[in-house]
């Protein structure tokens, strides 16, 4: 890093929608004095389903937006953008850049007794391979059921998250891991926390559950600090951007976030 | 029209994705000497839970691309773009444009014998009100029961059209339209065809189901005809063109179409 970096910068944080605000929570918990800028690209959520040339475009953009808001660091709060953009981001940015894949990785190897670990996500996430890469990279000979499960986030965005149709789909969706003993799971997107209590009753109460939004924030201070641009602030400050309707944002962040939620502001491409 | 036009010039369909293919398919069908020109957004699908501000930005690059390609007419074959879109498009083009809206709730009308009629769709497209103005434009007195259906689209992406979750959640989006007595339903989405053995299951069988691609395949050729731009090939060419892609558009389209899909360009924005 060059000594013009100012160390009391914000950290940008991105994801594709709204459930990168739990690793931006986690985050303000973790370290209260750093500032940070979150954008959702809520006009082109979710990116689960897309090609991950198209996800890497999206980054590619947010990411300079975010530097020209003039971001020490960046976190990239997608799964699914992490899967397909981190080692791109990481290869042009000018800046340090973590993404949430690692971390939840690094404390499922840490949290597994049997060896057996299970990773579920949306679509791009599972059929990209980060995750067992990651892991294996830890551990090589873990053992690692990957499932995706696409209708999760269309059920959280619903508010249908104690719903019997949730119930069903979970059940269908997570019983290859009870067949595979899995012992410990990670929850890989950033949405998949609002459904912990159907997941844990389904998977059972023997399995850890790992929410990468914590680890990700653990991860972030140890960038930082590695980098020498911990923040000094008493209380850092927080700016959301979306690129679709701030009034949206608003309602359904308020869900992830509480009222620390209060303005949004708006940022479109193209 | 100017009389430069060129009455083989292919028509324009779009839709936020894949959905839209069902009109594109009615056309082939009722006007086999037509040329068409498919666009499908499916780098940010969907539109359903989108701004109003937003779905029109998307339609006016769309509309512009489709002219481009030298088109003689546009068809929106998207309840939601059709919904906040389609004034400005029939304002601003210099082609004439039918939406997806207007056919379905004529035929609604017509097919309605107690006067209630139900309309199912997405958030942005119920939210709009555009059903409910169509429908009393024809008919004043018209009782309209509207509602949202969010889970149904990423259901049909999962490919779930006869899952047990699909019937929990169906039977308590519909739930209202049996209290009302409704004895028509417009299926306010183009992916909800795939739902229909369900819903009508639900409703049950004396229900009248109104799938508004046929009725906006005959309003096409009418919209021709009144132009006096309707085609005298043999038969038509057809192109795809998506903003993801293009495979898995192949993928999720030969769903919807069947083999007459082959080939897919990719155009991106922004």
Redesign the interface.
């Given at each position: 890093m060059s000594t013009a970096v100012d160390r009391n910068a914000p950290i940008g944080v991105f994801d594709s929608g709204l459930g990168g605000l739990t690793v931006a929570h986690a985050i303000m918990q973790q370290l209260p004095g750093e500032s940070i800028v979150y954008f959702g690209d809520?006009?082109?959520v979710p990116y689960g389903?897309?090609?991950p040339?198209?996800v890497r475009?999206y980054s590619h953009?947010i990411a300079g937006f975010l530097l020209e808001q003039g971001v020490k660091a960046i976190v990239v709060a997608c799964n699914t953008a992490t899967a397909h953009a981190l080692p791109m981001l990481e290869a042009e940015l000018p800046v340090p850049v973590i993404g949430v894949v690692g971390p939840g990785a690094r404390a499922a190897v840490k949290g597994t007794r049997n060896g057996h670990i299970g990773v579920i996500g949306t679509e791009g996430t599972i059929k990209s391979g980060a995750y067992v890469r990651a892991i294996h990279a830890e551990s090589p000979n873990a053992k690692v059921t990957a499932l995706a499960c696409?209708?999760f986030v269309?059920?959280v965005?619903?508010g249908?998250t104690n719903h019997?149709?949730t119930w069903?789909?979970a059940e269908?969706y997570l019983a290859p891991l009870l067949r595979d003993d899995v012992d410990t799971l990670v929850l890989g997107c950033t949405h998949y926390p609002l459904l912990k209590s159907i997941i844990g009753e389904i998977v059972g109460r023997d399995v850890r559950l790992i929410d990468s939004a914590e680890e990700t924030a653990a991860d972030t201070r140890r960038m930082l600090s590695d980098n020498d641009i911990l923040g000094t602030n008493e209380q850092g400050d927080y700016r959301f951007v979306a690129?679709?309707?701030p009034?949206?944002f608003l309602e359904l962040g308020q869900r992830f976030f509480g009222d620390a939620l209060e303005h949004v502001e708006i940022r479109?491409?193209?």
């Open positions: 809520t006009a082109r389903p897309k090609s040339d198209t475009r953009e696409p209708l269309p059920l965005e619903e249908w019997d149709a069903v789909i269908e690129s679709d309707d009034a949206q479109t491409f193209g």
